[in-house]
């Protein structure tokens, strides 16, 4: 099947710093992707959808300012979080679209952020 | 916008016991339905999932699951689990024109040896 990945895995940082964490498709294009946080024995709630070169679609609630996503190439998307705070530790998942069965979504393993 | 319900939290069973987890969701139109797990330390994978057609679905692993349109259910069945069933169940559900999915709350399930 097709495969996701993230980077970093695991990433600890200072508040008030930015932090970008990548998720590529490798072996197929993606033209939409999803950004997903998944806090402690929660479900994953979805923040974003990254379009290939276009702007992001942000779910209410989400600071698009905070939680910058750039999606340019197809099979990159990168989301960065800026000014990190403690309040921002959390589990982040990236997924992308299947390009034949449109409404399956393929996910990464994951990016554990940790804010100190 | 879809919402979904897991109603376990948390399932422990014995291995060879049989387990049925519960997913309903609210939304009023035409759906996909999805299942994934979440082995411990890896990343979600696709359970099985349904489109139309066959309302009872099979999947991977001796997994299946049952849409019941009437009662706005997709529950996940497997006659009997192992250690290695062992892993956070999730329910998830799209309109049927919309990629953006809803996960419910998700299903820990422990299996003991």
């Known amino acids: 099947g097709a495969v996701v990945s993230q980077h970093p895995s695991r990433v600890i940082c200072k508040s008030g710093t930015s932090v970008k964490i990548e998720c590529r498709s490798l072996?197929?294009?993606?033209?939409?992707m999803f950004w997903y946080r998944q806090f402690p024995k929660k479900s994953l709630m979805l923040m974003a959808t990254s379009n290939e070169g276009s702007k992001a679609t942000y779910e209410q609630g989400v600071e698009k300012d905070k939680f910058l996503i750039n999606h340019a190439s197809l099979t990159l998307s990168t989301l960065t979080v800026t000014s990190a705070h403690p309040e921002d530790s959390s589990f982040y998942i990236c997924?992308?679209?299947?390009?034949?069965?449109?409404?399956?979504?393929?996910f990464g393993p994951g990016t554990r952020l940790t804010v100190t | 916008a879809q919402s979904v319900s897991q109603h376990n939290h948390h399932v422990i069973l014995s291995e060879a016991a049989s387990l049925e987890l519960g997913c309903n969701y609210s939304?009023?139109?035409?759906?996909?339905l999805f299942w994934y797990v979440q082995y411990p330390g890896q990343h979600l994978q696709l359970l099985l999932k349904y489109f139309s057609g066959d309302p009872l679905v099979k999947g991977i692993k001796g997994f299946e699951a049952e849409f019941i349109k009437s009662k706005f259910s997709f529950n996940l069945r497997k006659p009997s689990v192992q250690w290695s069933d062992t892993a956070e169940y999730f329910c998830?559900?799209?309109?049927?024109?919309?990629?953006?999915?809803?996960f419910g709350a998700g299903t820990t399930v422990t299996v003991r040896a």
């Open positions: 997924s992308a679209r299947d390009p034949v069965i449109a409404y399956e979504q393929y």
């Open positions: 939304y009023g139109g035409t759906v996909n």
């Open positions: 998830a559900v799209n309109a049927w024109n919309d990629y953006k999915l809803s």
């Open positions: 072996d197929f294009q993606a033209t939409t």
